[in-house]
């Protein structure tokens, strides 16, 4: 083949006269531009690593002081109160005496400089340890709030902050005391159990508390001292890699594409530019250079989950798995009907431009070989069983053409399916959401590599989704590069008037490469019961995604309440005419105020929400109760007081320690039937969703946490709309999906329905609530 040919870079034939060597001028040529292009990248992760690590000073700062000194010292001042003396005593380099002062002086400067770094870092610190402003309601702010706002927007009006800049200035997350939480607990499970039950609970968590836990504790903040986060490390090794379940479903998670707009309906076309825009987010991110994310425009989050985004795999293991994150990838793999193709995103020495991706994409779309044997249902390994995917990696997958093809998938960017089906909402198809849904939860149980950090999934009619895994970030960290990406792939790069990637069509590109792979079959049977159990799984998620249109965030805000609360409570509702009683309620709120903060746990479920559900018909100021217990609530998951995060800890504590406690065993067995969570949504502010009211993304969803529960996440787009993704099990009786979307439809309209005549509809927010839509949307 000529392009085979073109791939090489000399060749030589041996003849009676010697050598003759032939060059090929084009491969060399893109082999120096590669070179420089990576030479270019280091430089720039260079600069990029010390503006970070100066931060907030920069490196012109360093000159200043530098030049201050040294005009004292030709002034016969000396500032250093005889230190640039002792310095010049101690230096081992014996030369001129007045190079010996000079170089004593940049000493003593950069020492002073980077003295100064460090006070500037620990005021910034202590200035980011202050929360007393979340729980502050707006036009109500304290003389202490006003102060810190002032003091804090003077240290970031110097130069703008790169991705990293905050991560050594953000604090620690503080261990809470054991006594606040295991009152907030008693507190939250009183409404959930009778009396006699709550007054066994009362025992058990007294004896907890008087026995167990003054060691538990000791230890814990000993590992708070010495650990960057008391909690993260071990949430992602005990919650995420040991689980030898399938990830499918139980924990990976999926993103939509926008909800009304298909930019083109040509697959290949669109898979090339959002590939093109993850590149260049990839890029960004790579050089730190992404604008850090910020909680009212002042107090910034950590940017730690987002290390792990791209080059980023799971690898099974026996007893736990582990993450693999690698540098710099330069390829991706894709998937399409059972064939596995491996494509370079670079070319001399740049990425492949949206035309030259297209391309490469149709090649694939037009390539009419059949999978080899085995390699059809291959990717079910990862959705079935840990323990047999790692025993079949280990035995089958550790040498020859297996082990480089499967480290072809494992080691690139990222992972791409070329799906034969056609998906997306369309409100003329009945259970159109719900099958796109279920489509980018699970697939075919086959078509998806779940270990991959994300898998990009291109449906043939020009749909997009993601599926996430979940171990290594959130999915504020996934919705902030999907949102860059959507944007980027409508208003920057766009399509020509056939729908195809702008550009030039670069005829020269090397080919696609067909991943190989020599499967036994003792493999095979294994992947075929990979692959049943994944489609049991599959087969029992009954979903129903819910778009509510009837008013949104702008009326809810107007009633003088929290959009997140009023969802809560209509949840509540919900739930209490679905089953017709109340259940332990999960809610998702980020802790990365804190740095490598990742989630606490909101209980939902109060003694206060529980009393408005009873007497909605009655006491409309019981809302108002309800709602304010719930932001309080959650205020203090966001300033490192929750309960589930610090209650896990000190169980896992307990297990090195050999202690048993029955409290701890019985809080951390208890079920969430409820499990909720909101979806990111204008994180980035790349869209004027008021001037382009059709540029909105569906939000994402997951699967149910409980077999006879729930899995609901939501997400508030704009001013007039919420979407609601329901999850459940259509093994379970007790649930249906559809039943509950159409309760909290009810709930919705019954609770703003009483709020009518309780409220003047007039606007305010209150400054907490605004930070809860920074970070959820």
């Known amino acids: 083949m000529a392009e085979a040919h073109q791939a090489v870079g000399f060749q030589f034939t041996v003849t009676p006269d010697g050598i003759d060597l032939h060059l090929s001028r084009e491969v060399l040529k893109h082999i120096y531009l590669s070179g420089v292009t990576s030479w270019i990248k280091r430089a720039i992760r260079f600069k990029n690593g010390i503006l970070t690590g100066v931060y907030p000073a920069s490196p012109s700062s360093w000159l200043i002081a530098v030049i201050a000194i040294m005009s004292t010292m030709y002034a016969r001042i000396d500032p250093s109160l005889g230190m640039i003396d002792t310095i010049k005593r101690t230096l081992p380099v014996r030369s001129v005496m007045q190079t010996q002062t000079v170089l004593s002086a940049i000493l003593f400067a950069t020492g ?13 610190k202590a200035l980011l340890s202050y929360h007393a402003w979340i729980f502050e309601s707006h036009g109500k702010m304290s003389f202490c709030t006003k102060l810190w706002l002032v003091r804090l927007s003077n240290m970031f009006s110097g130069r703008r902050p790169l991705l990293y800049s905050f991560q050594a200035s953000l604090p620690r997350l503080p261990v809470p005391s054991v006594d606040d939480t295991i009152t907030r607990y008693l507190e939250s499970v009183r409404p959930l159990l009778d009396d006699e039950q709550y007054n066994q609970m009362e025992v058990v968590a007294n004896d907890f508390k008087r026995d167990e836990a003054p060691k538990l504790q000791k230890y814990l903040i000993l590992k708070s001292w010495w650990a960057t986060n008391y909690v993260s490390d071990w949430w992602e090794e005990y919650i995420y890699l040991r689980g030898r379940s399938p990830i499918m479903v139980n924990s990976n998670f999926y993103a939509m594409d926008l909800l009304y707009v298909i930019p083109t309906h040509r697959q290949a076309a669109r898979a090339g530019n959002v590939v093109h825009a993850m590149l260049q987010y990839r890029r960004k ?4 250079e992404h604008a850090p994310l910020r909680a009212l425009g002042v107090v910034p989050m950590c940017s730690y989950q987002m290390e792990r985004m791209f080059n980023t795999t799971r690898i099974p293991g026996i007893e736990t798995d582990f993450v693999q994150h690698l540098s710099d990838r330069k390829h991706l793999v894709v998937y399409h009907k059972g064939r596995f193709f491996k494509v370079w995103l670079y070319y001399g020495g740049r990425h492949l431009w949206p035309s030259e991706l297209e391309t490469q994409f149709q090649r694939i779309l037009d390539d009419t070989t059949e999978p080899q044997p085995g390699e059809l249902k291959l990717a079910a390994l990862t959705a079935g069983n840990r323990v047999p995917w790692a025993r079949s990696r280990l035995k089958y997958f550790s040498q020859g053409v297996n082990k480089a093809s499967l480290e072809a998938i494992e080691t690139s960017a990222f992972f791409l399916t070329l799906d034969d089906e056609a998906h997306g909402y369309d409100p003329d198809k009945l259970r159109s959401l719900d099958l796109y849904a279920k489509s980018l939860l699970h697939g075919k149980c086959y078509d998806r590599w779940f270990d991959k950090s994300f898998t990009l999934i291109a449906y043939k009619n020009g749909k997009l989704g993601v599926n996430a895994e979940h171990s290594w970030a959130d999915a504020p960290i996934v919705g902030h590069m999907w949102e860059y990406v959507l944007a980027t792939d409508c208003f920057h790069l766009g399509y020509t008037e056939e729908g195809h990637c702008k550009g030039d069509i670069n005829k020269g590109l090397p080919p696609t490469a067909k991943l190989q792979w020599d499967i036994p079959l003792e493999c095979q049977e294994v992947i075929e019961d990979s692959y049943m159990v994944a489609k049991e799984i599959a087969d029992d998620v009954d979903f129903h995604g819910c778009l509510f249109d009837e008013f949104g965030k702008g009326l809810i805000k107007k009633s003088r309440t929290s959009p997140d609360a009023f969802i809560q409570l209509a949840l509540q509702l919900a739930q209490f005419r679905d089953k017709g009683e109340f259940c332990l309620t999960y809610e998702a709120s980020m802790t990365r105020m804190f740095r490598e903060g990742r989630t606490e746990t909101v209980r939902s479920c109060t003694i206060e929400s529980t009393a408005f559900v009873r007497a909605i018909a009655q006491r409309l100021d019981l809302f108002r109760k309800a709602a304010d217990k719930h932001q309080n609530m959650y205020r203090l998951a966001m300033t490192g007081s929750g309960i589930d995060r610090h209650l896990f800890c000190l169980y896992i504590m307990s297990k090195y320690l050999n202690i048993d ?14 499990s909720t969570s909101q979806t990111p949504q204008q994180q980035l502010n790349m869209v004027d969703i008021n001037k382009f009211p ?10 149910p946490v409980a077999d006879d529960g ?3 996440s939501y997400i508030i787009v704009g001013e007039n709309l919420i979407t609601f993704h329901i999850s459940s099990k259509f093994s379970s009786p007790e649930t249906d999906s559809y039943r509950f979307g159409q309760n909290i439809r009810q709930a919705m309209l019954d609770i703003l329905d009483r709020l009518k005549g309780l409220y003047r509809l007039h606007t305010t927010f ?3 609530v605004t930070l809860h839509y920074f970070q959820n949307g």
């Open 112 to 124: 002073l400089w980077l003295s100064l770094i460090l006070m500037l870092r620990y005021i910034l």
């Open 285 to 288: 991110l790579e050089r730190g």
């Open 661 to 674: 406690s029955p409290f701890l065993k019985q809080v951390l067995s208890e079920p969430w039937r409820l």
């Open 694 to 703: 059709r540029y909105v993304g569906a939000g994402g969803g997951f699967g």
């Open 710 to 712: 729930y899995g609901v």
């Open 766 to 768: 209150s400054c907490s």
